[in-house]
């Protein structure tokens, strides 16, 4: 079965050497190619596109791919949809891969992976490309990050510093004017903040609240320095 391709993209020289690159793979066919969103829209009305090529600096903006990509999904357009761009900046690799048709994010530089890339979105089988997919990983362990650190308070964040520089709890307590069975609702807490952020073996030791392996992961996550 032969798979229809369409492609857009603003940069005349590689929309012509993309589309001659896919037209000599036997299962793929160009149904259509254009470089502006206008061209664009036309060509979802009236071809029957399978998978669609689409350039994220459309138009010198660069969110415009992303805007053509939201804008097809209201209008129920049927179509896979796959990101080219020269950016591999994470938070742009992030905000792309939300857009629901969005499958894959490949930047032009490998652009000869394009052809098993559209195979694999046609067949729902679609994998994040290694140009994008550590940006992509990067960009969730920050947020991830982010959010743990929004859920510590900053008298938690106390108990760790001093509990890296080497203070025992009873130590902790004087320093910071709480009781030590306080201190140890505070150990307590960070520890089942990790809980869900490492893998079960981790938490396993976790669970007898071992200072020093609180105190690692809580570096590994920069919650301390």
């Known amino acids: 079965m032969t798979i229809r391709v369409c492609i857009c993209d603003d940069d005349p020289v590689f929309l012509d050497l993309l589309s ?3 037209g000599k793979e036997a299962d793929l066919e160009v149904v259509g190619v254009s470089g502006t969103k206008a061209d664009l829209m036309e060509l979802l009305r009236t071809a029957a596109i399978d ?3 689409l350039d994220m600096n459309l138009s010198g903006d660069y969110q415009g791919g992303l805007n053509v990509a939201l804008e097809s999904q209201w209008l ?14 994470e938070e742009v690799v992030l905000q792309a891969m939300t857009f629901g048709r969005v499958v894959n994010y490949i930047t032009k530089e490998y652009y000869s992976d394009i052809p098993e890339a559209i195979r694999q979105a ?3 089988k679609s994998g994040i490309h290694h140009s994008s997919a550590r940006k992509l990983v990067n960009q969730l362990i920050n ?4 959010q743990l650190k929004s859920q510590i308070t900053k008298l938690q964040v106390q108990v760790l510093r001093l509990l890296s520089e080497g ?13 030590e069975q306080s ?3 505070e150990i307590f807490k ?8 490492f893998p079960y073996l981790e938490w396993l030791r976790l669970k007898k609240q071992n200072t020093s392996e609180i105190v690692d992961l809580a570096k590994k996550l920069n919650i301390i320095p």
Request: aromatic share 12%; proline share 0%; net charge negative.
């Open 51 to 53: 998978v669609l090529l």
């Open 76 to 89: 129920g357009f049927d179509l896979k949809i796959i990101i080219l761009s020269s950016f591999d900046l």
């Open 190 to 197: 960070v520890s089942k903040l990790l809980k869900g952020k």
């Open 183 to 185: 201190i140890n609702n």
């Open 122 to 124: 046609h067949t729902k």
């Open 20 to 22: 001659d690159y896919i």
């Open 167 to 179: 203070y025992d709890r009873s130590q902790i307590a004087d320093e910071l004017f709480y009781t």
């Open 143 to 146: 947020t991830q990050e982010q």
